[in-house]
């Protein structure tokens, strides 16, 4: 476990750490907000790869409802048979479940150690674990085109937050289909799915409620982000897959 955590430290943490650093020394204004944006813009870009490979195979899957439900009604109450049907049918359609969760879990560290960085730099102290070719700038001043202070928690940040992730959200939430199936299993897929709609905007706008700003301006980027590549998979059609 010590290894994990070390090896934690110096491959993931330290490295953005003294990112975070370099931007804020040497972008203009030394502006703290300005180098949350642009680590996390560059973070992002990093793990477009993956996420992109996520976002098809949550497409790929979401396409794929109404024949797993076809499955379910047609095998009712014969689960060895529901899965015999359901695997030969990612086979046939060439698609490994498993995937869009492998890529998000292989994200995950980075974006933890992210989040770590810009806490651990909103609060007052010394900057350390500096590489030798890192200027030292002292003590961060977390101030955002020196009108938002970043330390401190920000109630209209963090609703804008939830705005964003309510956009986000209902984007890869697939359309309720009229006049559709309304057996039992249809009618909790539709009900969950909404519930995630506007469950995940307020969990959002709670979380950032009471924490500093510059954990809510790293979410409101990466969100945006998101969106963005979730249009380039969702909203062009076919043509991305």
Avoid: C
């Amino acid at each position: 476990m010590n290894l994990i955590i070390y090896l934690y430290h110096i491959l993931l943490y330290q490295p953005l750490y003294n990112s975070l650093v370099l931007l804020y020394h040497y972008l203009p204004g030394h502006d703290f907000g300005l180098s949350i944006i642009v680590l996390t813009l560059v973070v992002r870009v990093i793990l477009y790869p993956l996420m992109h490979s996520s976002l098809k195979s949550q497409k790929a899957m979401s396409a794929l409802q109404p024949k797993l439900q076809e499955i379910q009604r047609k095998h009712k109450g014969d689960l060895a048979k529901q899965s015999q049907a359901i695997m030969e049918l990612y086979r046939k359609e060439k698609i490994n479940p498993a995937s869009g969760f492998l890529s998000l879990l292989i994200q995950l560290p980075l974006l933890i150690a992210l989040y770590q960085v810009f806490w651990k730099f909103s609060t007052p102290g010394q900057v350390v674990y500096l590489y030798s070719f890192v200027p030292n700038p002292g003590e961060i001043e977390p101030m955002f085109l020196n009108l938002l202070n970043l330390a401190e928690p920000s109630v209209p940040l963090a609703i804008l937050a939830g705005i964003f992730q309510f956009f986000q959200t209902k984007m890869i939430t697939p359309p309720s289909k009229k006049g559709g199936s309304k057996d039992s299993m249809s009618r909790f897929t539709q009900l969950f799915q909404k519930e995630m709609l506007y469950f995940f905007p307020i969990f959002t706008v709670l979380i950032l409620w009471r924490l500093p700003s510059a954990i809510g301006l790293f979410w409101i980027t990466t969100t945006l982000f998101s969106i963005g590549q979730q249009y380039m998979v969702y909203g062009k059609g076919d043509s991305n897959s």
